[in-house]
């Protein structure tokens, strides 16, 4: 099996160390791992690709290659320039910290992952959700890290994936506890927080220079049941199926009696 792996944490970040490791067992013996990821730190930025300016490549190893750019850069520069041929999976992550709820809107990895569905490649999102039960282990990652393989391997196996014009693509969470407390796993909705707003505060450097930084939200409120926060937060992985397309199609009809 052919696999590229990306993320948004960038290329020297510790979660993609996991994912090499994850994905080199499962491209096994005679299969090929591929590497293509931001050169710095790209959280937050989406499905974002750099379409007003060009993206450098560097390449630090054979199959490892840095690019100046989001996750969808990478994701489009392997495919249409790294690669001699197209991968059979693209695996995103594994991102420190979750990628459930609103993150998801936000989140490189998500980009990532979707890019690789746009472009009629199978694409899992992978994520290591933090929180007082695991950040402080000597590897956050080790649900992620334990359970992995497995995982990915039964979603190859099991999971759908379609031909349509906006394909599937899945985003899994890790829960926030130890490898031995998994519960197990459960397919779920994105859910919705309700006091995970983001926000701006201002700063003023000593040089009397203003910023404004971003302000985050509690990640400890678990979603509606059967959504992906709820099921992380009752140490369940979660696995969400997912497209690109932004409709709204339970309005279409009650709209159309309105509008047109």
Request: proline share 8%; aromatic share 8%; net charge negative.
């Amino acid at each position: 099996m052919r696999i590229l792996i990306t993320n948004d944490d960038g290329i020297s970040a510790p979660g993609l160390q996991v994912l090499t490791e994850l994905a080199t067992e499962i491209a096994g013996n005679g299969g090929e791992v591929w590497t293509v990821a931001p050169a710095f730190e790209q959280s937050g930025v989406g499905h974002c690709i750099s379409y007003s300016r060009p993206t450098m490549v560097q390449e630090f190893a054979p199959r490892r290659f840095a690019v100046e750019g989001s996750p969808a850069d990478c994701v489009l520069a392997a495919l249409y320039d790294v690669m001699p041929e197209r991968p059979d999976l693209i695996l995103s992550g594994v991102n420190r910290g979750n990628n459930a709820a609103e993150n998801v809107l936000y989140s490189g990895t998500i980009g990532g992952a979707m890019e690789g569905a746009l472009q009629h490649v199978p694409s899992i999102a992978l994520s290591q959700y933090y929180g007082p039960d695991n950040a402080a282990l000597d590897d956050p990652f080790d649900a992620a890290r334990a359970h992995g393989v497995e995982l990915i391997r039964t979603m190859i196996d099991h999971a759908e994936w379609d031909s349509a014009d906006y394909r599937l693509f899945y985003n899994v969470n890790f829960p926030p506890c130890p490898a031995a407390d998994v519960k197990g796993r459960q397919v779920t909705a994105q859910g919705w927080r309700p006091d995970a707003d983001h926000g701006m505060t201002p700063h003023v450097s000593p040089s009397g220079r203003r910023f404004l930084y971003v302000t985050g939200a509690p990640q400890q409120t678990p979603t509606a049941p059967g959504t992906d926060c709820a099921a992380n937060l009752e140490n369940y992985i979660s696995i969400t199926p997912m497209r690109a397309d932004l409709t709204a199609h339970d309005l279409i009809g009650p709209l159309k009696d309105r509008l047109e």
